[in-house]
């Protein structure tokens, strides 16, 4: 697993004190433990808002694991680190 | 909140959208609160995405407002498929931009909650579905399933208090659906957020048979009907039914429709039944109210009206071939479609979708005249209030669209007192009756009119009889055991014929011993005549002897005196006088 490449979807609306504190976080995740073998893409949906049907988003802000399967969402600010590394499967439940 | 109501009503009227769904706007006095969010609720299978997508579907197709329809629960093409039942093409409508479908997937188990957040992504996902077709109707079908898939119930509703504002910000017209809950009307509490108007739908079953219903609990800053009001579910979709009409202050008429007996008509002093009026007939089995109604029907369609014939016992093509032997051919209306059947086993399904179906046919085939047959056999699906409720309904109904309706009922207690016939004797404007008569081991129909508002009727039970070429009614005789009916009433009359002949050989033989009498009288009066002329002659012989008598004296006078003056007489004068 730690061989495939991971693809991330972050969805925000404007630049609000959630999506700043989860794209800070989610960030600092990412050099910690996806260095090199990510690739982060950051939606606006205040500019882009026929984009949210595609990957059912409810909750600002939304990180989408597109790849690898199975594709996963996590809400929230990111703010519980074990949670976000959970959800993106990088480290199992103990 | 009910005198805020009332005042707020009277201030200024509520902006009203239609709904289009029958029925609905009527007891909604126009339709949902423009720009507000309307709670409809309701446990599951009782028809609230049906009912909200119905909304949309007609908003877009009878009013030109665009609808979004937000699903939680169905997919796009699964909704499109459940409704395409009704008629509705879903997809075309959304390729014309006048509909939109957005399915949203809430599903726990993708999601994993880290921190904080809101709801602005479906923020963002309804504003730019409204904006994208101008949408005026939103419809959020059932929103409670974001409280499935999210834990954070705090977020959740103050993200749905702020959903509400922002819906009333957008100004469309919105439908939330929740699920009924235990002790609430949502199991969520969406009645708090939503305190415009609460429709609650509901679908019960009494005695096997479901009826669903629907009712207003609230609807602010507006009047509205405050009953249950029962809905019918299918292929035209949903129709509501405003039962009961507020008011009586309908319309009548002073025209009058024939029965089709003549006999009957004439013991009317108007000759028929008022249009638009109700008719009951009533009689125990066997006593030929099918018969009635049907001749009624052939009437109708006789003056080129329309009838419509709902059968509740036989099927249509039972009645046609029976009532050939009566000699009515009702197969030719019917081809001429001037004539409908509606046959329907009672317990087909409750009272009220009965009342709704009927309501739709009536709607449909715009009859002049109705005819239930029998009323009775209802009976089997409801309870004796609730056949007469709807039946206080359906008449107020055809009331209203000036159709006369007759009913046939049967009455199983042969005293005519005490039998109530559904308790809708009071409501009916005329009442026909026919009674068994049973004499002198036979059975006969006696027919008679308990009621006929508005006009006189005869008081007089008559003979009522079912013949080849169709009914007739007879005055029946009244003799000493009571009426005569059947054989008895031809031996009376026999009876009386023979009676009549006698009297008049009495009389002529009476005539004749006159003539003789006078003759005698008259050749008495001949002889009487006769003996007075003989003794008038003889007195009148006496009195001319006198006479010449006395005029010879006279002139042997005066032949005297000549001669006493010395003329000289012939001998003859001479010889006369000596005789003197």
Same mark, same amino acid.
């Given at each position: ?94 | ?52 997508? @119905? ?36 997809? $075309?409508?959304?390729? #014309? ?15 994993? @909650? ?44 103050? @993200? ?7 819906? $009333? ?28 108007? +609460? ?28 009953? #249950? ?5 299918? #292929? ?91 000699? %009515?051919? %009702? ?40 005819? %239930? ?42 005293? +005519? ?102 003759? &005698? ?28 008598? $006395?005029? &010879? ?18 001998? $003859? ?8």
């Amino acid at each position: 697993m730690e061989e495939e490449q991971y693809e991330l979807r972050l969805y925000v609306a404007g630049k609000t004190q959630k999506s700043v504190t989860a794209l800070h976080n989610l960030k600092t995740y990412c050099e910690e433990h996806l260095l090199g073998k990510y690739t982060l893409e950051v939606i606006d949906l205040l500019e882009h808002p026929q984009l949210a049907e595609g990957d059912q988003i409810l909750a600002i802000p939304t990180l989408v694991k597109k790849v690898p399967d199975p594709v996963r969402k996590i809400i929230g600010d990111l703010s519980n680190k074990e949670k976000v590394l959970v959800g993106l499967d990088i480290r199992t439940k103990s | 909140m009910i005198d805020q109501t009332n005042f707020t009503g009277q201030m200024s009227t509520l902006p009203k959208t239609p709904t289009g769904i029958t029925g609905l706007d009527e007891i909604t006095m126009g339709g949902f609160p423009s720009g507000r969010p309307t709670l409809i609720c309701g446990s599951a299978g009782c028809g609230k995405t049906l009912f909200s997508l @119905e909304f949309i579907v007609r908003g877009a197709l009878q009013f030109d407002e665009p609808g979004v329809f937000i699903a939680f629960e169905e997919k796009a093409n699964e909704l499109a498929t459940n409704v395409a039942s009704l008629g509705f093409d879903l997809n $075309k409508l959304q390729e #014309e931009k006048k509909i939109k479908i957005d399915y949203i997937h809430v599903d726990k188990s993708e999601i994993e @909650e880290t921190g904080e957040y809101d709801l602005e992504g479906l923020f963002i996902r309804l504003g730019y579905a409204i904006d994208s077709i101008g949408a005026k109707r939103v419809v959020l079908d059932t929103i409670e399933n974001l409280f499935a898939g999210l834990s954070n119930q705090a977020v959740l509703r103050a @993200e749905l208090r702020r959903l509400f504002q922002f819906l $009333k910000n957008k100004g469309v017209t919105a439908i939330i659906t929740g699920e009924r809950g235990e002790s609430s009307l949502t199991r969520q509490g969406l009645e708090e957020y939503v305190s415009d108007c +609460v429709i609650l739908l509901d679908h019960r079953i009494i005695n096997q048979i479901s009826t669903r219903r629907l009712r207003i609990v609230k609807y602010r800053g507006s009047v509205h009907g405050t009953n #249950e009001y029962p809905f019918l579910i299918d #292929e035209e979709g949903i129709s509501v039914l405003p039962v009961t009409s507020l008011q009586l202050n309908k319309e009548v008429s002073t025209n009058v429709v024939s029965s089709g007996i003549s006999t009957l008509d004439s013991m009317m002093s108007k000759g028929g039944f008022y249009q638009g009026s109700s008719i009951l007939v009533s009689g125990t089995a066997g006593t030929g109210k099918t018969s009635i109604a049907a001749t009624f029907a052939d009437a109708t369609c006789k003056r080129k009206d329309r009838c419509l014939y709902f059968a509740f016992e036989e099927s249509p093509n039972q009645i046609i071939r029976n009532m050939g032997s009566i000699g %009515l051919n %009702l197969q030719n209306h019917i081809n001429d479609g001037l004539l409908q059947f509606h046959a329907a086993r009672p317990t087909l399904y409750g009272l009220e979708m009965h009342l709704v179906a009927i309501h739709k046919a009536i709607r449909k085939f715009k009859p002049q005249v109705v005819i %239930l047959d029998p009323i009775t056999n209802l009976i089997t699906v409801g309870t004796v209030s609730d056949v007469k409720s709807m039946l206080v309904r359906l008449i107020d109904f055809l009331q209203e669209e000036q159709i006369t309706v007759m009913f046939t009922a049967l009455t199983l207690n042969t005293i +005519v007192n005490e039998q109530t016939d559904e308790g809708v004797s009071s409501l009916v404007d005329a009442w026909l009756l026919i009674k068994d008569i049973e004499l002198n081991g036979e059975r006969n129909r006696g027919l008679y009119i308990m009621k006929s508002r508005g006009m006189q009727h005869s008081n007089q039970i008559r003979e009522f009889v079912i013949t080849n070429d169709g009914l007739d009614l007879i005055d029946v005789y009244l003799g000493p055991d009571g009426v005569l009916t059947g054989s008895a009433r031809e031996a009376q009359m026999l009876l009386e014929e023979t009676g009549e002949v006698l009297h008049t050989h009495a009389i002529s033989r009476k005539d004749r011993e006159l003539l003789r009498k006078r003759k &005698v009288l008259e050749a008495k009066i001949d002889s009487l005549q006769t003996e007075y002329e003989s003794t008038e002659e003889e007195l009148n012989k006496v009195y001319i002897e006198e006479e010449i008598k $006395k005029g &010879v004296m006279q002139q042997t006078r005066n032949k005297m005196t000549e001669i006493r003056r010395g003329h000289s007489t012939p001998d $003859k004068n001479t010889k006369a006088d000596k005789k003197e």
